[in-house]
């Protein structure tokens, strides 16, 4: 498994309720760039419309070798994921007020692009304190134990 893009703000901002994995429908040079490291989905969010999934705001640049055939970098792109699963996200998106954030763009065992999308509930900033007061006594911790052996 090849990562390439993760969104690594994400933990932190949001509670994590359950995670789907996606195909996303791609063109031919948004592949090659991604085979190549490149993409951000940094500031992406998924929506539900239309009957289907769509991954909105992640950036994949354009392809350096392409040509007149070059995608446009923030295009809305369509996650591919099973009929009952777009009825639950898009059950709980409406109803429970959730948020569809991807985690990760990776390519799998067989070589397709994927997306970790995470069903999340937003923290607010006392939730984020007390994340930073864990994570930093779980470092203590292990400094701790570290030393005394």
């Not at 932190?12 to 190549?36: H, P, W």
């Not at 509930?121 to 470092?139: A, C, F, L, Q």
């Amino acid at each position: 498994m090849k990562t390439v893009a993760e969104n690594r703000r994400a933990r932190f901002d949001y509670f994590i309720e359950q995670t789907y994995e996606a195909g996303i429908a791609l063109t031919g040079t948004e592949v090659k760039s991604l085979r190549f490291g490149e993409g951000s989905i940094a500031e992406a969010y998924a929506e539900v419309n239309d009957g289907g999934v769509w991954l909105v705001n992640s950036n994949i640049p354009e392809f350096s070798h392409g040509n007149r055939f070059n995608h446009e970098p923030k295009r809305p792109r369509k996650l591919l994921l099973h009929e009952r699963e777009i009825n639950k996200l898009h059950g709980a998106v409406a109803r429970e007020g959730m948020t569809l954030v991807p985690l990760s763009i990776y390519f799998n065992g067989r070589g397709r692009a994927k997306v970790e999308l995470a069903l999340a509930k937003g923290k607010k900033t006392h939730d984020k304190r007390d994340s930073i007061k864990e994570r930093d006594w779980k470092r203590e911790q292990g400094r701790l134990l570290r030393d005394r052996g």
